[in-house]
């Protein structure tokens, strides 16, 4: 089951996350910092990863660029109410998968989230091929 987990610290965000998706048959988390998502995700690792850019402490980039050495394949989408181009081109540089500004409209987080997966899953089977033909 794929593994999908919601940093924001808006708790209305969180919890229109899950309602919206919790027919999918994704296992969802949420978190509201930075320090509770590095947290959640040392128990597992998660497919796709969406973060807010702005949270007290350290931000979304930050949370990026620690996902990407510890889960390096895990896509992450990063979203912002306060969208620049230095943002969106940082998220780029640093690896995210997507970037998109709130508010969102939900089919299109829902299509950035099924490519992710997509994506994922193809990351996976390539893994497991090659374990194979060793």
């Given at each position: 089951?794929?593994?999908?987990?919601?940093?924001?610290d808006?708790?209305n965000l969180?919890?229109?996350?899950?309602?919206?998706?919790?027919?999918?048959?994704?296992?969802?988390?949420?978190?509201?910092?930075?320090?509770?998502?590095?947290?959640?995700m040392?128990?597992?690792?998660?497919?796709v990863?969406?973060?807010?850019?702005?949270m007290?402490?350290k931000?979304?980039?930050?949370?990026?660029?620690?996902?990407?050495?510890?889960?390096p394949?895990?896509?992450?989408?990063?979203?912002?109410?306060?969208?620049?181009?230095?943002?969106?081109?940082?998220?780029?540089?640093?690896?995210?998968?997507?970037?998109l500004?709130?508010?969102?409209?939900?089919?299109i987080?829902?299509s950035?989230?099924?490519r992710?997966?997509?994506?994922?899953?193809?990351?996976?089977?390539?893994?497991r091929?090659?374990?194979?033909?060793?």
């Open positions: 089951m794929e593994r999908i987990l919601f940093v924001d808006e708790e969180r919890f229109l996350f899950l309602k919206v998706f919790e027919e999918r048959e994704y296992e969802l988390e949420t978190a509201g910092s930075f320090n509770e998502a590095m947290e959640k040392k128990s597992a690792p998660f497919d990863i969406i973060s807010d850019i702005t007290p402490g931000n979304g980039l930050e949370l990026l660029h620690d996902i990407k050495e510890i889960n394949e895990a896509n992450v989408v990063l979203i912002t109410g306060n969208p620049t181009v230095e943002t969106a081109a940082e998220a780029v540089r640093q690896g995210a998968f997507d970037y500004t709130k508010p969102f409209n939900i089919s987080l829902d950035v989230i099924s992710a997966l997509q994506k994922k899953q193809e990351i996976d089977e390539k893994h091929l090659e374990n194979i033909e060793k």
